[in-house]
């Protein structure tokens, strides 16, 4: 049963940095594409950086675009989202997914706070 597992989460003050990592366990990590979602409080989940199983191929959501960087280390079974120059709007529970041809999993989330 493949499992991941986000880290790295905590309190930011605006204009910080923070890298959220995710380990993946459980199934063939490098043929899955690899999402990050948020969800801030009162809000949807929604899509903030997609990255391809080759790491060859990244998309963002506007809002976090020039700010945050998606990458993996297949070898570490790992992908990474760092968060660089950061709002108070990108509070949030960040969740990593993995997903290919119909069969995903998603992490439990970490929090990640942005607060002066």
């Known amino acids: 049963q493949g499992q991941l597992v986000e880290s790295g989460g905590g309190l930011v003050q605006p204009g910080g940095s923070l890298r959220l990592s995710c380990a993946a366990s459980?199934?063939?990590?490098?043929?899955?594409?690899m999402t990050w979602y948020r969800q801030a409080p009162g809000k949807e989940r929604e899509l903030v950086a997609h990255?391809?199983?080759?790491?060859?191929?990244?998309r963002y959501a506007d809002s976090v675009k020039g700010r945050f960087t998606i990458s993996r280390d297949n070898a570490k079974r790992t992908v990474y989202l760092q968060r660089d120059s950061v709002k108070f709007e990108d509070t949030a529970v960040y969740y990593c997914?993995?997903?290919?041809?119909?069969?995903?999993?998603w992490g439990k989330g970490t929090l990640v706070t942005v607060s002066s």
């Open positions: 990255i391809t199983s080759t790491g060859g191929l990244t």
């Open positions: 997914n993995a997903f290919l041809n119909g069969v995903g999993y």
């Open positions: 459980g199934f063939t990590f490098s043929i899955y594409g």
